[in-house]
């Protein structure tokens, strides 16, 4: 819910002279859910929200959809002609010098970058300075309250039910008929988040032997697809409750089909483990402590476990990133790889954390999710974080 005292609390903490979110078509969603823009209103027209730290807000929206931000407090300008638009840009941000806006420096965190470069020149043309709203999109997109803390709860459950779900299935089909493809059980997946009120943005990833070496593997018809006894299988699902607002959870944990796993599949997946737990205990001493801490030592955490094992040039990816509305959401990732993000973690956001180890013949991943909660506790979803490779038992 919109809280101008709070934003204006957060502008004034972060030395902002305010805070200006902009729209054209949907193209920053941030911005729409920051300033409780239902998803079906009507946004054909560019409009302008400017935030002082101080003040009373300012609104430029188009003459044919003045009413876009009535729900919102602040003086209104409306435009029609373009020369109306600069001049009511200006206005807007007149006596401001340092201004936040979805904008990453050199586009290094591009779930923030949603402003395009020429509304960036406008703005920069008036004097002004433009900051990246990474951390206020944190405290305001990202961050959960309680009734979505509750909705990732209650679907943390059934995706860790269709566990299970899924073990079972691969261990009766491979029983009976010696075999089970992973686009069925991926079917059977989807089928059990349908019974359960679940959706997703996309299938789950089933991925048997050499597949499960490539992180975002996505299964498709073939021989190769068959799941058979002595095959490991790496599992990742993710959903939210068919809800609105409502938040993911997103696990990934390893199979076999047979009574325990080979000595090198156990091996390879207790570095993953290692890591896994490196970066959760980072995570819980440096909050215990008082110390800010950003995304880029959380993976360097789980980072310099798999690089002392001989692997790092196998761990191909972020050791976690956001969870929102979105599977990928606007907050922190845990990333010193594909980006150096130096958001902070703050309260009441959530991210994975899921190290892996990709190799030709096969690829071992552990997910988890962690919440910080308001009173800067640490809490891990998914049930008990995997110790061992789940044995599928299909004799």
């Not at 406008?122 to 509750?150: H, K, M, N, P, Y």
């Not at 679940?198 to 073939?222: C, F, K, N």
């Not at 156990?266 to 008082?290: E, M, P, S, T, Y």
């Not at 994975?352 to 979803?381: A, C, K």
Request: glycine share 8%; charged share 25%.
């Amino acid at each position: 819910m919109f809280d101008l005292s709070a934003i204006q609390a957060a502008l004034r903490q972060s030395q902002l002279d305010g805070w200006l979110l902009y729209d054209f078509r949907r193209s920053n969603p941030l911005a729409r859910r920051i300033l409780d823009l239902p998803d079906d209103a009507v946004s054909s027209r560019r409009f302008f929200y400017c935030i002082p730290a101080d003040g009373k807000p300012r609104k430029l929206v188009h003459r044919i959809e003045a009413g876009a931000l009535d729900h919102l407090p602040g003086v209104k300008h409306v435009y029609a002609r373009w020369q109306e638009l600069d001049g009511g840009l200006a206005a807007l941000v007149a006596g401001l010098r340092r201004v936040a806006m979805e904008y990453s420096p050199r586009n290094a965190i591009p779930y923030i970058s949603r402003v395009d470069a020429g509304t960036l020149e406008a703005v920069r043309s008036l004097g002004v300075e433009i900051c990246s709203s990474g951390d206020l999109v944190q405290t305001f997109e990202a961050a959960w309250d309680d009734e979505q803390w509750q909705m990732h709860l209650a679907a943390e459950r059934h995706t860790t039910a269709a566990y299970d779900h899924a073990w079972r299935l691969i261990a009766e089909r491979v029983r009976a008929d010696g075999a089970v493809h992973e686009q069925q059980v991926q079917q059977s997946i989807l089928e059990f988040f349908r019974r359960h009120g679940l959706v997703t943005d996309h299938p789950p990833i089933v991925a048997v032997g050499p597949h499960s070496g490539d992180p975002h593997y996505e299964p498709r018809p073939g021989d190769d697809g068959l799941i058979r006894a002595g095959d490991l299988v790496l599992i990742d699902l993710w959903a939210k409750l068919e809800q609105p607002r409502a938040v993911y959870s997103d696990l990934t944990r390893m199979g076999y089909v047979g009574e325990s796993a080979p000595e090198r599949f156990a091996n390879i997946f207790q570095i993953v483990i290692q890591a896994r737990d490196a970066a959760i205990a980072r995570v819980r001493q440096a909050l215990a402590a008082g110390e800010a801490l950003a995304g880029w030592q959380v993976d360097d955490a789980a980072r310099a476990v798999i690089e002392r094992a001989g692997y790092g040039p196998q761990f191909v990816h972020r050791t976690g990133h956001s969870i929102g509305q979105e599977t990928h959401g606007n907050g922190a990732n845990m990333d010193n790889l594909e980006t150096h993000d130096e958001r902070r973690i703050v309260p009441r956001t959530c991210f994975s954390i899921e190290p892996g180890i990709y190799l030709p013949e096969f690829g071992m991943r552990s997910e988890v999710n962690v919440f910080i909660d308001g009173q800067w506790s640490v809490h891990v979803t998914g049930g008990p974080p995997q110790e061992r490779i789940h044995a599928i038992a299909a004799g």
